[in-house]
């Protein structure tokens, strides 16, 4: 738990206050008085008397007993200070914004160590090192701006870097966003983001907790403790948006497997967010306008009514809907041509309904009551209403305010575009009207889309194919290090209930034509030893006759590395896949989707952090690019998607009891409308 003295402090002192509001000490204790605390105050300053009308003590062995101590002091000096204050003066609360420590060198790593040792040993909560610090609805323990004003229905803002959250911040505050709090973490010493999560997951309050939460992280330090806590709080009615950053190209890595060069940081964050059900952003003004979208209430369906009087935007708008799984339906009917006598000539209601430049308030009020009672069709309502300049907005917003507070079954965004034309009208939108605009109208349609495409979580324990655990466990325990032998594989799939070919391994000739007078023809027979098998030539297909086994036989064994030849029946089916791959934070990622080589061409494959259930997989086999593959096309036998998905449950099992599998694929497996079958197998053990 974080300790109550970060969060409602009933003291505070200012460690490096300064009467120079131009620097970190000054402006902190300047931000702390004008915030809501009603606290006692205290400053630090061996050169002061007196820092911004506060009493400054000479150094923090003078003061009394205080709850919270903000830190703007050179890093060599804050161990000691958080010594005296921990130890000698009940302090719990600490925000450090000093630089100069992990982030730096290993000294400064060594302070910050310490640090949060001695912070822990007294049950205390520390902010930073290295950050612009925290603020509440209690207090600002901040020294940077803007300061939002704070709404305890607004965001909860976390993020582990100052400066970026300091743009977000004017952005989305700019076009009305509020803010309940704001913990820029910094080096995260002691809590980092997953541990404020897990705070406001365990401290929910459905009467009086912030539903919108909004993440800014360069790092993910624990991905189950983040899914643990972000699906819960979405469960409970949150909603959560974030940027991760820097995932792609020290993402990528060489790998010996096609799953391994598919796997990718970046991916296992997609995938982590997706079963979370956190909407992914990709920059600043989309993570705003996406927590601007959860503050209106949820849209429960697809389908926007566009309501506008300049056809430019709304065109634009249309093609982003249209273009990201949304929809612009047409509207026609008796209802429709009722509305359209109450406006101009000229105008239309099709949708976009467009009441042309000179259409006023009162026909807007018309408009937002048909499309909120009249049309079926209709999810929710957009409202795009600027000014050439020529004429005020007032009246025009005031209705659109007044329908939003009065229309219940169906959201309505206001796209107010002329921020300098209009701006004390939009001005008085926002802050008097207490209203969020979306000045954008594409960045608000891919926003949106973001937010109606992101899936609810998955559960957390998911129903799984039956498996039999204790033979699997068997195999592995006697496995060694690296790719096992094909054996080894074959029981571990059967274990796992994964179809596989009929397949026999052969080390002899007579071996090799003993099961070809068994199973019959045509037959596949591949190299057993070498890694890439078709790279070497160690495949030959379609064998039909008992001399081209024999051949077939010698020219395999030839080859470098071989020491076994691999024989099965040849079976027909569109090529698919299903690989797995352990990741040391995030666990086992499972990865399906179009198989043999345009795994490596397309590379049109679906991840999913394990456990994944059949109907997840599903889900996620309708987003394949390839997915008409997968239904059959051009007279081609469609795969049984329901036997693949149940395949790609089985992979999931199979890591889940045998984590020591650090890489597998299943590449390809035939599918047809009967079975999925693996053909070929790799697995590699790490223990």
């Not at 120079?20 to 008397?49: C, M, R, T, W």
């Amino acid at each position: 738990m974080i300790a109550r003295e970060l969060l409602d402090p009933k003291s505070i002192v200012v460690v490096g206050a300064s009467a120079d509001i131009h620097k970190p000490g000054g402006k902190v204790l300047l931000n702390l008085l004008a915030s809501p605390f009603k606290g006692q105050v205290y400053a630090v300053n061996p050169k002061e008397a007196e820092v911004q009308g506060v009493k400054c003590y000479a150094k923090v062995d003078d003061l009394p007993q205080v709850d919270c101590a903000i830190l703007a002091i050179a890093a060599k000096y804050c161990p000691a200070t958080v010594d005296t204050l921990a130890l000698q003066k009940g302090t719990k609360g600490f925000i450090i914004i000093s630089a100069g420590f992990g982030e730096e060198n290993a000294e400064g790593a060594a302070y910050e160590k310490h640090i949060a040792d001695t912070i822990n040993s007294v049950g205390g909560s520390l902010i930073g090192p290295n950050c612009t610090g925290f603020l509440n609805t209690n207090y600002c323990g901040a020294f940077d701006a803007p300061i939002p004003t704070l709404d305890p229905h607004g965001v909860d803002f976390i993020t582990g870097s100052g400066a970026t959250a300091v743009f977000i911040k004017e952005y989305g505050i700019s076009n009305g966003l509020t803010f309940n709090s704001v913990w820029a973490v910094g080096n995260s010493a002691q809590l980092g983001i997953e541990d404020v999560l897990e705070h406001l997951d365990e401290t929910f309050d459905p009467e009086k907790s912030s539903r919108v939460i909004m993440l800014y992280m360069e790092k993910i330090s624990d991905p189950q403790k983040m899914l643990k806590h972000a699906r819960s709080l979405i469960n409970k009615g949150c909603k959560i948006a974030a940027i991760k950053s820097g995932g792609s190209a020290a993402g990528s890595r060489a790998a010996s497997s096609h799953t391994g060069a598919l796997a990718t940081s970046d991916v296992a964050v997609d995938a982590l967010f997706r079963k979370a059900g956190i909407v992914r952003c990709q920059n600043r003004q989309e993570l705003t306008t996406v927590c601007a979208i959860f503050m209106h209430p949820e849209v429960k369906g697809k389908n926007m009514a566009v309501i506008t009087h300049a056809g430019g935007p709304a065109v634009m708008l249309t093609d982003t809907l249209s273009n990201n799984g949304m929809d612009v339906p047409h509207i026609e009917g008796p209802k429709a041509q009722e509305l359209l006598c109450k406006l101009y000539n000229g105008s239309s209601v099709g949708n976009p309904i467009d009441f042309l430049a000179t259409g006023t308030a009162e026909q807007l009020g018309y408009i937002i009551d048909a499309c909120e009672n009249d049309f079926d069709n209709i999810d929710c309502m957009c409202v795009i209403f600027g000014s050439p300049g020529l004429f005020q907005n007032y009246e025009v917003y005031k209705v659109l305010d007044e329908k939003m507070k009065t229309c219940c079954k169906k959201p309505i965004f206001p796209i107010l575009p002329s921020i300098i034309n209009v701006k004390d009208e939009i001005d008085d939108f926002i802050r008097n009207k207490h209203r969020i605009n979306f000045p954008e109208e594409c960045v608000f349609g891919k926003a949106l889309c973001k937010v109606y495409n992101t899936p609810k979580p998955q559960p957390e324990n998911p129903e799984m194919p039956q498996i039999d655990v204790k033979r699997i466990r068997e195999v592995i325990d006697s496995c060694e290090n690296g790719y096992i032998d094909p054996d080894k594989i074959y029981q571990l799939l059967d274990a796992a209930g994964i179809a596989q070919k009929q397949i026999r391994v052969v080390d002899q000739k007579q071996q090799a034509v003993d099961f070809a007078n068994e199973v019959g023809y045509p037959l596949v027979m591949k190299v057993v030893g070498p890694v890439h098998k078709s790279d070497v030539g160690g495949v030959t297909l379609n064998v039909r006759d008992i001399e081209t086994v024999q051949k077939e036989f010698d020219r395999l064994m030839a080859i470098k590395d071989t020491y076994a030849v691999e024989m099965y029946p040849m079976l027909d089916g569109t090529e698919v896949y299903i690989g797995a791959i352990r990741d040391a934070k995030f666990g086992h990622q499972v990865f399906f989707g179009l198989g043999g080589i345009f795994i490596e061409v397309l590379k049109d494959v679906q991840s999913a952090l394990a456990p994944v259930n059949v109907n997840e997989a599903k889900d996620l086999l309708t987003k394949l690019r390839g997915y008409k593959i997968l239904q059959g096309v051009r007279g081609q036998q469609p795969v049984n998607v329901d036997v693949y998905a149940e395949q790609i449950a089985r992979v999931s099992a199979l890591v889940m009891a045998a984590p020591e599998i650090a890489e597998m694929d299943l590449n390809p497996l035939l599918g047809n409308p009967k079975n999925v079958v693996a053909v070929d197998a790799r697995i590699r053990i790490e223990k």
